[in-house]
């Protein structure tokens, strides 16, 4: 994981998997709506350059709430 990635806190969808220690696709699939209820695992945001960013704190808090306690 580079140092600038671990700074900025909006990331491409190859740099929050890098972050995440996941696959890219992978990411993918915790950016897709649930089948069930509709809601992604991860938000993403798209700006008006069309460019799909997930945002550090979000990828943050997700890992958290994965956390296993021991």
Do not use: I
């Amino acid at each position: 994981m580079s140092t600038a990635t671990t700074q900025r806190e909006w990331l491409s969808k190859s740099e929050a998997a890098e972050y995440m220690g996941l696959s890219l696709m992978s990411l993918r699939r915790l950016m897709e709506p649930d089948p069930k209820t509709g809601n992604r695992r991860l938000p993403v945001y798209k700006p008006l350059n069309g460019r799909t960013l997930l945002k550090r704190s979000d990828l943050d808090a997700y890992l958290k709430s994965t956390r296993k306690q021991s």
